[in-house]
Every structure is written in structure tokens, then in C-alpha cells.
């Protein structure tokens, strides 16, 4: 992947062209509350994406898969769509799971092209946020009244 290439992109807000699909692929749960957070990343990504499509799918526990996503991606005339694993590494299920499924997609939909995006761990300047996140919100949870849940209190 051209992670220079994929920088400037981020860089620029640049809605997706017209044609496109994105398709938030992760693991399903049993509990439909779940895939609350990933409905919500799909509006904002939405809401930046212009004219593109932009839909969940799961591996399994839930609906639609990506298989399911994918010829409903075409169906809605779609050229050229991303996959995006919201998964943290890829190991295991994105390696395993999600090519055969793209391959088989390919074998039916030659003319269409699927891209697979980088999982969440690997997209360019994902850790470095998260370590900032994490140490701002550790930061002002010890601005809370010093005691307040610690043992002894």
C-alpha cells in the first residue's frame, strides 16, 4: 500500500468519486447493540464521502454479510469498491476469512474492482492518535476528585 499516497488523501477532503461503494466489514456479535459504533462510523464516513456508497457487513452473528454487501454494492452500481477490515490487526479472520470471499466476489464480478484497505492498527497515524487519546483521557480522569473509585475510599 502507498501510505504517502494514502496520507495526502487524508490530508485533503476529497468526497469519494461517484461509482465508488466503501463496505465497513467486521465480526458481528450475538447483541445488536454491538454494531452501534460501527453504524456511527458509517454516518461520518458518510457525511464525507460524497456521492459514494457507504454500508456495514459482517463476517457472521449478524446481517448482511460481505458477500451479501458486495452484490448490493454492484446492484446499486457500483465499479469499484473498498473493504475496509474494522478489525485492529490482520491476523486471523482478515487474512484467512476475507480473501476467498473477495476472490469468489472477483470470479463472479470480473469487472468490478475490490480493494481491501488496511486493517485499523495499520492505517497511517492510527497508533499515534490512540496513544494521544489514551494519555488525554487519562490525564483528565485524574483531574477527577482524587479517591473517587480507588481502594480504600
Keep these: 500500500m502507498d501510505y504517502a499516497l494514502w496520507e495526502r488523501g ?5 468526497a469519494m468519486p461517484s461509482g465508488d461503494a466503501l463496505i ?16 456511527t462510523l458509517a454516518a461520518a464516513i458518510r457525511a464525507q464521502a460524497g456521492r459514494a456508497s457507504v454500508s456495514t457487513a459482517f463476517l457472521e452473528l449478524q446481517a448482511p454479510t460481505l458477500p451479501e454487501a458486495l452484490e448490493t454494492a454492484v446492484a446499486g452500481g457500483a465499479r469499484r469498491i473498498h473493504v475496509m477490515p474494522v478489525f485492529w490487526a490482520a491476523a486471523g479472520h482478515v487474512e484467512n476469512e476475507l480473501p476467498p470471499m473477495v476472490a469468489q466476489f472477483g470470479e463472479r464480478y470480473p469487472q468490478v474492482t475490490v480493494h481491501v484497505l488496511p486493517v485499523l492498527s495499520e ?3 492510527m497508533l499515534d492518535f490512540i496513544a494521544r487519546m489514551v494519555v488525554a483521557v487519562t490525564l483528565s480522569s485524574t483531574s477527577v476528585v482524587e479517591g473517587e473509585g480507588s481502594p480504600g475510599s
Excluded at 10 to 14: D, L, W
Excluded at 24 to 39: I, M, Q, T, V, Y
Design 123 to 125: 492505517l497511517p497515524g
Design 10 to 14: 487524508a490530508r485533503h477532503n476529497t
Design 24 to 39: 465497513l466489514f467486521a465480526h458481528g456479535a450475538r447483541d445488536a447493540r454491538w454494531s452501534d459504533s460501527l453504524n
